[in-house]
C-alpha cells in the first residue's frame, strides 16, 4: 500500500480582473493497494481531489466580506483490477475519505471566522477614530504582504 497527499496554496499578486482577492486551495489524497495473487498482480487506487476558493469580496456593513467557496460535490473516485478487491472493502477507502472531507471543511469554516476576526473590529488601537474607517479590497503583494484599501466611513 502506497499513500501520498499534495497540498497546494495560490495567493495571487493583486486583484483578479473581478476586483477581487480569490486565494485557491487544492489538495489530492491518494491510496494505492497492491497485491500479487497467483503471480498476477492487481492493483486499486482511490483518490480525492478538491479545489477550494477563498474571497475577499468588498465591505459589507464596514466589515470585509469573506467568502469560502467548498464544491459541494466532492467524491472520492476509484480504480481497480477486476475480481480481487470486493465493493465492501473498496467502500472503506470511500468512508474515510468522506471523513476527511468533513475535517477539511470544518476547518476551512474555522479559518473562515479567525480571518474575519482579524479583519472586524480590532483595529481601535491603530486609529483612534476605528468607527469612522473600514477596510476595503485586500489583496496581496509580490513579497506576500496582505495589503488593504482603508476608507472612510461618512
Not at 4 to 33: H, Q
Not at 71 to 82: A, G
Not at 114 to 132: N, Q, R
Request: with cysteine.
Amino acid at each position: 500500500m502506497d499513500s501520498s497527499t499534495l497540498n497546494e496554496v495560490f495567493i495571487p499578486i493583486g486583484l483578479g480582473s473581478d476586483g477581487k482577492c480569490a486565494i485557491r486551495l487544492k489538495g489530492k489524497t491518494e491510496v494505492k493497494n497492491y497485491l500479487n495473487f497467483d503471480l498476477t498482480p492487481t492493483r486499486s487506487t482511490h483518490w480525492l481531489s478538491w479545489e477550494i476558493k477563498i474571497v475577499f469580496d468588498g465591505v459589507a456593513d464596514g466589515r470585509l466580506k469573506i467568502d469560502v467557496q467548498i464544491p459541494t460535490d466532492l467524491k472520492p473516485q476509484s480504480s481497480n483490477d477486476e475480481g480481487i478487491f470486493d465493493s465492501g472493502r473498496l467502500s472503506d477507502f470511500d468512508a474515510t475519505f468522506n471523513k476527511t472531507l468533513g475535517v477539511i471543511k470544518t476547518r476551512l469554516q474555522s479559518l473562515k471566522t479567525d480571518l474575519e476576526s482579524v479583519f472586524d473590529d480590532k483595529w481601535s488601537f491603530v486609529f483612534s477614530g476605528a468607527k469612522t474607517f473600514f477596510i476595503d479590497r485586500c489583496q496581496f503583494n509580490q513579497e506576500g504582504d496582505l495589503l488593504a484599501d482603508l476608507k472612510y466611513k461618512s
